[in-house]
């Protein structure tokens, strides 16, 4: 695996110490044929986002199918560049406090709207706070806790006037964080930290949901949406860096079927496609495929208030009957690294060892200890038998793959049938936030470039938690490692937790992710971030 955290780090010490040294000195749509024109000689860009967004309110839609197609119609304070390191973006500089807790953003004069109104602090601040919001309910919610009087509003313990963002004026925004946070600048080019325009949210709270309410400071306009169907945005000529962006337009269609995908690919109406698993052997020496790294962990959940995975021998025996090896060698096939562990390659310590080299393997195929385990686990909850069990994903072959898979595992290795069941993503995501499936399938993408992004989804308050799992001693070793100022002490302190989870065993991993993407040779510059989101301002397509 590629060691991009090192560079990121490199990278941003440098950015930081110039943004600071500055500061000091300075007091319809139509898919067009296979070339990428449309009838209109219009540059278009042609991907599949898979499937309707969940939602374009920054502080909702917390899944890649909403933030890919977001990071490009929205823009944060920073941006991450081609290197995947922050960058100034809508706020041109900023300074920092000595002490690393106060961070004072300038914003862009020629910062707009869409809809051609500025960019102000104020736009900020009301986005920030409402993010925090407990009504708002945002499953990003945890993100802005870093702030100081982030978490205690959020908890329902203090006020939106605690929350430290403030307004100095329209082009000064001043946020004070609870403890010094190195990669504070990156975590905030992630998009539930965009601005909203406070003035047309007031008028219009669903302003986010429809093509021709939709008002952004991106790249791109949104132009068109039709739902579930297709979406077209615009070079957005309102946006500060404008004359960088190349594409006139961006066609997104929805289709959650990879080999249709494909077919689209190969007739010209998509310029980028994943590669169906049954042609991973023909496709990965193609002149056209590109490999890249993401941070982020496909894995299960056990829910823990249902039957029988409230017994921690019976999830560890299910766990440890799978076998990743398998699973991305003749299932996945997209050259995928098993998991061993949550926390994917790529992070490295100070001392710059890779966290997931360090941890090493925390769970490992073993059937004949499973099969032990599950015995112990029956006999401690008086079963004869278990009871029955549903595995339940959301609709795609792929996840139909792997369910398969591991339902094929589990009845191989220990004897235990498995009933699976799918739903399209949006009522399976609000079932698996309901505790109301039993084994479910999961994804995690690294939001900013940090292992405690991983392991902080599995404290007892995360709304990324969706397993019922609570243990005090997790919690304390998160919270002490996010106020941790000595960085091997904060690594030590993270090792620990996650050792932790994989003794208690709510989750189970099966790979980690890659991009195995294929691109079209006519189409240049579309960034994918290893943490991150799609990045299509730079993008070209001759």
Known sequence: ???????????????????????????????????????????????????????????????????????????????????????????????????????????????????????????????????LDPETASPAAFLGYFIEGGEAFNNGEGSADDVMVEAVSDKELKVTLKAPTGYFLNIISNPAFFPINESVATENPEWFAEADSFVGNGPFALAEWKHDSEMLMKKNEEYWDHETVKLDEVHWAMVNDTNTEYQMYESGELDTSNIPSDMAEQLLDSEELSIQDQAGTAFYRFNVNEEPFQNKKIRKALAMSVNQQEIVDYVTKNKEEPAYGFVSYGFESPSGEDFREHNGKLVETNVEEAKQLLEEGMEEEGYDELPAITLSYNTSEDNKKIAEAIQQMFKENLGVEVTLENAEWNVFLEAQKALEHQLSRSSFLADYADPINFLESFTTDSSMNRT???????????????????????????????????????????????????????????????????????????
């Open 1 to 131: 695996m590629k060691k991009w955290w090192t560079i990121f780090m490199g990278v941003l010490l440098v950015l930081v110490l110039a943004a600071c040294t500055a500061s000091e000195s300075s007091g319809e749509g139509d898919e067009g044929d296979s070339e990428g024109e449309s009838d209109s000689g219009t540059n278009t860009l042609l991907l599949n986002n898979g499937e309707e967004p969940t939602s374009f309110d920054p502080s909702q839609g917390f899944d890649a199918v909403s933030w890919n197609a977001l990071n490009n119609l929205m823009e944060g304070l920073t941006r991450l560049g081609k290197d995947h390191t922050p960058e100034p973006a809508t706020a041109e500089k900023w300074e920092i406090s000595e002490d690393g807790k106060e961070y004072t953003f300038f914003i862009r004069e020629n910062a707009k709207w869409s809809n051609g109104d500025d960019v102000t602090a104020g736009d900020y601040a009301f986005a920030w706070k409402r993010l």
């Open 468 to 542: 019922g799992w609570s243990n005090e001693e997790y919690d304390q070793l998160i919270a002490d490692a996010k106020n941790e100022a000595d960085e091997e002490q904060r690594w030590e302190l993270m090792y620990e937790a996650e050792k932790l989870l994989f003794e208690e065993m709510p989750i189970f991993p099966v790979h980690f992710y890659n991009q195995v993407v294929l691109e079209k040779d006519n189409v240049s510059d579309i960034v994918r971030h290893p943490v991150g989101y799609l990045e299509l301002k730079w993008a070209d397509k001759q």
